[in-house]
């Protein structure tokens, strides 16, 4: 019986200490609703926030596709390239040195050509290899240009896709921790309902 009455005292004696924190601490319930005021409206720019950040990660999300769908194509052209150094017999070139190569590919194949032509001159029976040389010669010729302008256009597009892939990356991250405050607003805001 003792026991419980020093409880019970105890229990007092507690309510009381905390009825005392409650009226120094607690302002009166006019501070309550102004904070409660000024909770629901940080509550309501936070969700228009939340909208705004919805809207531009979508759009950031469309374009990081795009962007990876770029990247697919340039990497195609890459391969395409290194096929073509590989043909010529260069491993681990860079792109001019693979245009230095097939230049000097058609330089030789003109060097034959010429070969062949002082070779016709005297013998008169290999116009036909002549032709074929001739031939593949202007092919080389004709297909580096196209590949030269196309790889020209495609380093300058690569660097711009690469710089707005890197600030797309960015703007994401800052948008996920945004994101990540924004849930744990909205986790914390469900607790006080």
Known sequence: MEDAENNFMDAIAKFQEAFELVKEHG???ASLREEIEELQAQEAELEEAKEELKGEFEEICRTYLAMEDEMAEYDQ???NLQAAADALGIENASL???REAIKA???ELG???ANLKALIESHGDLDEEVEILQVEVQSYQDALEPMQAELDRLEAENESVGEKYRKYRRKLKK???LAGIIRDNDDSSDFSD
């Open 105 to 107: 590919k058609c330089e």
């Open 96 to 98: 001019k040195e693979i």
């Open 77 to 79: 052209l890459k391969e």
């Open 111 to 113: 060097t034959e050509n």
């Open 175 to 177: 948008l996920e921790k």
């Open 27 to 29: 302002g009166g319930s």
